[in-house]
């Protein structure tokens, strides 16, 4: 399983960047896959999560609620997501991860149940 990011960058607050995350190797449909960051010194946060089997629900943080949106596209095997109205508090290293277990009744937030992840990408908001 592979999971590779894309979109990182450096923006003013206020400004916007797209993140992709482009996966292979498993059978990503019937995973949830999630969005997390980390800054220096900190730890990895959840950020956004979607359920692809279960008719693509979703789930944010609230620090990024209103301003990111999680989504995918089954046939290609991606998810994106898309954050709006950055600030610099959203600066952290970007990671794509994979739950290949999830369980019935919610898109875990916690970072340990996540099986698979990618080498991240930077995004940087200055004030």
């Known amino acids: 399983v592979q999971l590779v990011e894309s979109g990182g960058g450096l923006v003013q607050a206020g400004g916007s960047l797209r993140l992709s995350c482009a996966a292979s190797g498993g059978t990503f449909s019937r995973y949830d896959m999630g969005w997390f960051h980390q800054a220096p010194g900190k730890e990895r946060e959840f950020v956004a999560g979607?359920?692809?089997?279960?008719?693509?629900?979703?789930h944010y943080a609230d620090s990024v609620k209103g301003r990111f949106a999680i989504s995918g596209d089954n046939a290609k095997n991606t998810v994106f997501l898309q954050m709006n109205n950055l600030r610099p508090e959203d600066t952290a290293r970007y990671y794509c991860?994979?739950?290949?277990?999830?369980?019935?009744?919610?898109?875990?937030?916690?970072?340990?149940?996540?099986?698979?992840w990618g080498q991240g990408t930077q995004v940087t908001v200055s004030s």
């Open positions: 991860a994979a739950d290949e277990q999830p369980i019935a009744f919610m898109i875990r937030i916690a970072s340990n149940y996540y099986d698979y």
């Open positions: 979607i359920r692809r089997w279960s008719g693509d629900s979703t």
